[in-house]
């Protein structure tokens, strides 16, 4: 089947891109095909990181960190506020924040800094630098100095003050700068959710750190200690002068109530009822009333007189006081604050024993608050007998008093509202004088005995182990650090993949068949298509030679890879152009220095071994590189043979050893129309002549990208082979110049890539592709010792 007549779309269309199959999915084979490509990128960085993170360790100083934990004890606050008049409880998390506010507050760094005087210490104020830091500050000095900031206004007037002044401004600028520094470099967090506060500082010397921490919790549990007190004795003065205010009011308000009631005459009887209400409601029930007064008047007056005269620990015990009496309030008021005594001397005498200063006052109060109940009782007393004795007086004169008792009921009315209203005044600034006064005690009491709110429960320590710079840490991260570069880099590196690797980027990237891999042949490869050389010196130099050998290496070495993949050529087109007596191949390459003329050849050399009729003509008009490279020195080739009307067999060279004829080309100087020479009909005649003597010709043409000499010639030419440089020719070049030159494109049998690292190959191939077992066919091939050993022969 005679492939070279199908167009293009039909024999294998080209892929829509040139980035790839178009999966969705990603491919993991390739991936990892990436990865073991670029594995020594990646390690050179990672080796790179490994050693920026030792020159870091290296020029680092080491710095240490002191830590203090400081609690904000709940227990204490209950003791607090069991005797403070206001509850300091903090339950909130913006309580415990508001804490670490204070901590890090300019007032509290102010204290630590004037107390170990941190102003006039260098270690604090100029602490060593690590390289890196040092370059960043010259960083920032250039940029400075580049682009100035505006100066502080007044700053240039410093020059002008006074030494003493200078002086001193420049004091308050270190300590205003130490302040800032430490309270930008002090460190305070709260412990997960507890009411821990963690303080800690960093320097590079651990014993600077743990000063500073030590000094920092000391000045946070004296500022609070310095609040509480102050916040107290406020208190307590503001509560003494108040107490002053209400003691006179109250004593103002009992004395106008007790006037009142001495002017008016009016009795103190807790129901508010007059007798002359009694009276004139019924004179003879007030008869019976009256007789009923008498006797609770005798009553009371026995009963009263029989517990005074038991005595006053007995009276204390047994005295039943009526509510109707007007000292009940009084004595009621004095037995509740007795209790009260009381219970505060057992408090006492249980905590502190019954010697306790405090103890003895309450003792002491107590028997007054004793005597006055008795002393009240025997008031108490002797009103009742008053009574019994007024009682008897009025139920004598009841008779007589009727008529005056009735206009007296009227004003004795009057007069108890007013009386009840000076009453309830006095009755409530006693209450309030009470309540200051207990709060003013309480007050007193707290501010003789002063209780913070925190307690410290780690004090700071000598750090012995540097915080930082962690070696683990930094020699990991670099590694990191490397990697990531690595693979930034290995990444870069294949996205700037473009050219052609293996022989499956030939087939899926272009659509062309894919003939085999060219070996690298010698030591150096050499660019073949150079400006001429006709130098006799230059022609016989070791370069030459090598160059004239690398032309023979199928010969030379026909068990060698290089020529297994000749032959696979030398099949495809067997198979392409099976049936014809007579064979022109094209050889082309899309770039100059591909290696086309090598290829050329060794190609025509490996048919013309094997016993065909082989022609090798060097086409390339304007650089012969193949008539170079083969050493020969004609003063005929194929111009002059095709301008003159001549055959082959004027111009051609017989190799003695393979009987291989060559067609050479003799460069004239600057030609330009080769490629209407190339078209022309005396091209065509010679081909046709050389067509009935050979069964293989094959042509060395110019590239396809820089002239047009392959295209004109594409007529003559029954298929042509693509060399293609491993990792150097453009895959895109390649799939442009394919759809630009349909007719080109459509006579190319195959490609081959030449010049092929076979070390590296593998690197490139898939998972089971044959690029992965190049090294079990080894016994199959010539060992590439052997191929160089023999072109240097």
């Known amino acids: 089947m005679n492939y070279a007549n199908f167009p293009l779309d039909k024999r294998m269309p080209l892929p829509n891109s040139d980035a790839g199959d178009g999966d969705d999915f990603i491919d993991i084979e390739r991936l990892l095909g990436m990865a073991a490509r670029q594995a020594k990128v990646v390690g050179v960085c990672a080796i790179i990181g490994l050693f920026l993170g030792l020159l870091y360790l290296q020029t680092t100083p080491p710095k240490f960190v002191s830590v203090s934990s400081v609690l904000i004890d709940e227990g204490l606050n209950k003791i607090v506020d069991d005797i403070s008049a206001t509850s300091t409880t903090m339950q909130t998390d913006s309580a415990i924040l508001s804490q670490i506010e204070i901590l890090t507050s300019t007032r509290l760094a102010a204290v630590v800094v004037d107390k170990l005087k941190l102003d006039q210490n260098d270690a604090f104020m100029n602490p060593p630098q690590s390289a890196l830091a040092q370059g960043v500050g010259m960083i920032r000095g250039l940029i400075q100095y580049v682009h100035p900031s505006q100066s502080t206004p007044g700053a240039g007037d410093i020059s002008k003050l006074d030494p003493a002044a200078r002086d001193a401004l420049i004091a308050t600028s270190r300590r205003d700068y130490a302040i800032l520094k430490l309270q930008n470099e002090i460190r305070a967090d709260r412990v997960g959710r507890s009411y821990v506060i963690a303080l800690g500082y960093q320097a590079t010397d651990p014993g600077l750190a743990k000063a500073i921490t030590k000094a920092y919790a000391d000045a946070y549990l004296a500022d609070q200690l310095d ?106 008021a004095l037995k509740t604050r007795y209790l009260t005594v009381a219970k505060r001397q057992q408090d006492v005498e249980a905590n502190f024993g019954p010697q306790h200063p405090q103890a003895v006052a309450l003792a002491k109060e107590k028997a007054d608050i004793s005597a006055q109940i008795f002393g009240e009782l025997k008031q108490l007393t002797q009103n009742y007998r008053n009574e019994y004795e007024v009682a008897l007086a009025r139920e004598t004169a009841l008779r007589a008093n009727v008529a005056a008792a009735q206009g007296k009921s009227s004003i004795d009315n009057q007069s108890q509202v007013k009386l009840r209203d000076l009453d309830q005044k006095a009755t409530a600034l006693t209450t309030l004088y009470q309540t200051f006064l207990g709060r003013y005690e309480e007050a007193a009491q707290q501010q003789s005995f002063p209780v913070g709110k925190i307690r410290i429960i780690s004090d700071a320590s000598t750090p012995l182990a540097a915080s930082s710079p962690r070696t683990v840490i930094v020699l990991g991260l670099s590694l990191v650090l490397g990697v990531l570069m690595g693979a930034g880099f290995g990444g870069l590196n294949e996205f700037n993949e473009r050219f052609f690797r293996t022989g499956e980027e030939v087939r899926d990237r272009v659509g062309l068949k894919f003939l085999g891999y060219l070996p690298t042949i010698g030591s150096k490869p050499t660019k073949e298509d150079k400006p001429d050389e006709p130098d006799l010196k230059v022609a016989r130099s070791p370069a030459a030679i090598e160059r004239r050998a690398r032309m023979r290496v199928s010969i030379d070495a026909p068990a060698s890879m290089f020529s297994e993949t000749l032959r696979s050529a030398k099949i495809a087109f067997d198979v392409v152009m099976e049936g014809q007596a007579s064979r022109v191949i094209g050889v082309v ?67 003695r050893q393979t009987k291989l004829a060559i067609i050479p080309a003799v460069s004239r100087g600057h030609f330009s129309h080769t490629s209407e020479l190339l ?11 050389a067509k009935e003597t050979f069964e293989y010709i094959v042509v060395d043409l110019p590239p396809l990208g820089p002239v047009v000499d392959a295209k004109a010639f594409a007529p003559l030419v029954d298929g042509f082979v693509l060399v293609a440089e491993w990792g150097r020719t453009p895959r895109a070049m390649v799939r442009s110049m394919l759809e630009s030159e349909p007719y080109v494109a459509n006579k190319i049998v195959g490609a081959v890539l030449n010049k092929v690292d076979l070390k590296k190959l593998a690197k490139y191939g898939s998972f089971g592709a044959s690029e992965k077992f190049f090294d079990k066919y080894s016994s199959y091939y010539l060992d590439k010792s052997e191929v160089r050993s023999k072109t240097a022969a």
């Open 589 to 655: 390459s899309v770039l100059p220095g591909e290696g086309k003329s090598t290829v050329a050849a060794n190609l025509a050399g490996l048919l013309a071994a094997n016993g065909a009729r082989t022609l090798l003509i060097d086409g390339d008009l304007r650089n012969p590189g193949l008539s170079r490279s083969l050493g020969m020195e004609a003063e005929q080739g194929l111009m002059e043979a095709v301008v003159s009307g001549q055959t082959w067999q004027s111009v051609g060279k017989i190799d």
């Open 679 to 689: 078209s022309s009909a005396g091209m065509r005649r010679f081909i046709e002549n």
């Open 227 to 332: 609040a509480s007190f102050d916040a107290t004795e406020r208190a307590a003065v503001w509560l003494q002068g108040r107490l002053t205010e209400l003691r006179e009011s109250s004593q103002q308000a009992s004395l106008a109530v007790e006037k009142f009631r001495a002017e008016h005459g009016l009795s103190a009887n807790s129901d508010g009822q007059l007798m002359s209400d009694k009276q004139l409601a019924d004179l003879n029930a007030q008869l019976i009333v009256a007789q009923a007064d008498t006797a609770r008047a005798s009553a009371r007056y026995q009963q009263y007189k029989s517990i005074v005269d038991s005595g006053s620990d007995n009276a204390f015990k047994d005295a039943a006081i009526s509510s109707d009496q007007p000292s009940s309030a009084v004595i009621a």
